[in-house]
């Protein structure tokens, strides 16, 4: 029976023992996101938190099995037996004393009928020990089901670029450090099959030296992945008999991080050696990059989205803050207006003019329908999209440049004749530019020119993120318009001279410059789609020379202090 189904409150409870995948939240499956959004409880270690809480309801229970707590022996998956951690205090659900053991915990959890997730890393079948927690339920009578996620084993050398079988069919192993016996070891040692093996970073070496000694040639080909499916992965090739050396000239070993997971595949066929031209995940162009977007979350959605399709990791970082106009009767007039029949036309410039507007409906109970018999223009495929959101479908959007400009260029112009008024409503914000008025009044329009909303600076964002913007702790910044430069200096300070700073327009680089900002990527067109994809194609030339140069690929953030940086504008 699907836990959705289950009565809430009664019984014994039901428990979903939920695979989470390696790392990449993108990676749960469909049917996991189902079961989290159906779920009372949640339990999971904190990393798999940060996977799966998203999509979880805002009234759920998060407990955390915190494998590293003090005092923790040895027990879910080797790694210790979970302590108990209530991590939502806003939970409409109670809270649940905490157990000595992961299965006890599960089983509070599930009474009085209550559905929980219990989610795991990888695939519960593999990664963990969840069976244990399984027949505990099985014995206590609650009903459970398994949701199947994608092993970290499998996972890890997909994102890595290393296949795990060839055209001949090469067997695999999967092998567990912490719990092989010697008899595996001497196994795997002695055949020639492809060996995955989950060990830790620090435990590589000594991995490496009893594949030796099982009888493995010093000379067999392995990688060693950390950080896998997440934009930290980092892939080692080498041998059995160099992996040692190769991570201390990585300078990776000694170090307190010795005690990270990591994924070793071994064998002459797992296609280690074709690694560089089967590397499609760290070899995106922005990977790993953390780039600053001085966006709202909602504004940087569609933005967001496609720098995490380089590999980057956006941080949204408002730099302006919408308020209501000072004098609210102009917009309450011209709504009015639209609804008497004043317009022929209504033209909004942005996604917050749209807000506006529609906030100003919903103030006097009306919808879309009041739009009847009036023609609306989108500044955008973004302003268009908010308005197909409000249920009015755009008659205009530019077929070309997005901007006033663009819109100008497609706009019709008064004709007496098929025009029986020619006035056009212009909601839009304090600050804006008068190009689209005055073009539309050379076309031959009238134009109630209307403050819809104001812009003000935003207030300064977390202190950790102010020292990460002076501190070359950002990769780059996308400055998408003039007050986007201003506000972002004035509420967080000066990017550091390492950052890379890109720009929309000649306009926006040019403020830019004027607080000292050294400018290394112009967006080809005003628009926040082709500025981020000039920003790739700068980060892929950067590696391409890198790489060409025989030096190591790193992120503009990990250039070493006091070194010369060179200066790369794009302008494609």
């Not at 170090?255 to 064998?267: F, N």
């Not at 990791?313 to 009767?329: D, G, K, L």
């Not at 639209?338 to 317009?343: A, D, E, F, K, Q």
């Not at 720009?503 to 926006?508: E, K, N, Q, S, V």
Request: glycine content about 10%; hydrophobic content about 40%.
């Amino acid at each position: 029976m699907s836990p959705t189904n289950l009565p809430v409150g009664h019984g014994s409870g039901h428990v979903t023992f939920l695979g989470a995948g390696p790392g990449d939240p993108g990676l749960l499956t469909l049917r996991a996101v189902e079961a989290l959004a159906h779920a009372d409880v949640l339990v999971a270690e904190p990393d798999v938190l940060d996977v799966v809480r998203v999509h979880a309801p805002p009234g759920v229970t998060v407990l955390s099995a915190d494998a590293d707590a003090p005092g923790a022996s040895a027990g879910l998956a080797g790694t210790g037996t979970p302590q108990l951690a209530v991590v939502d205090e806003a939970s409409t659900t109670a809270v649940l004393p905490a157990s000595r053991d992961a299965a006890n915990l599960v089983m509070q959890a599930a009474r009085g009928g209550r559905r929980v997730v219990r989610a795991v890393t990888g695939d519960p079948g593999l990664d963990t020990c969840a069976a244990e927690e399984m027949l505990a339920c099985a014995a206590a009578g609650v009903t459970f089901e398994v949701v199947p996620g994608i092993a970290t084993a499998v996972g890890v050398p997909a994102y890595a670029g290393v296949p795990l079988r060839d055209a001949e069919g090469t067997d695999v192993r999967f092998v567990d450090a912490r719990t092989a016996s010697d008899r595996c070891w001497s196994e795997v040692g002695a055949s020639d099959c492809t060996v995955v093996v989950s060990t830790t970073l620090d435990a590589v070496a000594a991995t490496a030296g009893e594949l030796v000694t099982g009888g493995r040639k010093p000379d067999t080909p392995l990688t060693v992945t950390v950080g896998g499916t997440t934009t930290r992965q980092r892939t080692w090739t080498a041998t059995l008999g160099t992996i040692a050396q190769t991570l201390k000239q990585a300078k990776v070993l000694p170090s307190p991080e010795g005690g990270r997971p990591v994924i070793a595949v071994v064998g002459e066929r797992s296609a280690a050696a074709q690694r560089e031209r089967l590397s499609w995940f760290e070899s995106k162009p922005l990977f790993g990059w953390k780039v600053l977007v001085p966006r709202t979350k909602e504004q940087a959605a569609s933005l967001s989205d496609q720098l995490r399709s380089y590999g980057a990791v956006p941080h949204e970082v408002p730099t302006i803050a919408v308020e209501p106009p000072r004098t609210p009767q102009q917009m309450e007039r011209a709504v009015k207006g639209l609804v008497t029949g004043r317009y022929e036309w209504i033209a909004f410039t942005s996604v917050n003019a749209v807000k506006a507007v529609r906030e100003k409906f919903e103030e006097y109970g009306l919808d879309a329908r009041a739009f009847a018999g009036i023609k609306v223009a989108a500044v955008g495929e973004q302003t268009a999209q908010a308005l197909i959101a409000f249920g009015v479908k755009p008659d205009l959007v530019p077929s070309g440049e997005q901007s006033a400009a663009g819109l100008l260029e497609d706009w019709p112009p008064y004709d007496p004749v098929f025009d029986p008024i020619d006035r056009v409503f212009l909601p839009r914000a304090d600050i804006a530019t008068e190009t689209l008025v005055a073009g539309l009044i050379e076309l031959g329009w009238e134009v109630d020119d209307v403050t819809a909303y104001r812009t003000v600076r935003a207030s300064p964002p977390p202190a950790e993120t102010r020292e990460a913007i002076k501190g070359g702790g950002f990769d780059a910044v996308l400055f998408t318009s003039s007050s986007t430069v201003r506000n972002l200096v004035g509420i967080a300070g000066k990017p550091h001279n390492v950052t890379v700073i890109a720009c929309i327009g000649p306009a926006t680089a040019k403020t830019a410059e004027e607080h000292g900002l050294r400018v290394d990527v112009m967006s080809p067109e005003p628009s926040v789609q082709k500025l981020a994809e000039a920003l790739a194609d700068f980060g892929a030339r950067r590696r391409s020379a890198a790489l060409e140069a025989g030096d190591p690929v790193t992120r503009p953030s990990e250039r070493r202090p006091g070194s010369r940086r060179r200066r790369t504008t794009s302008t494609t």
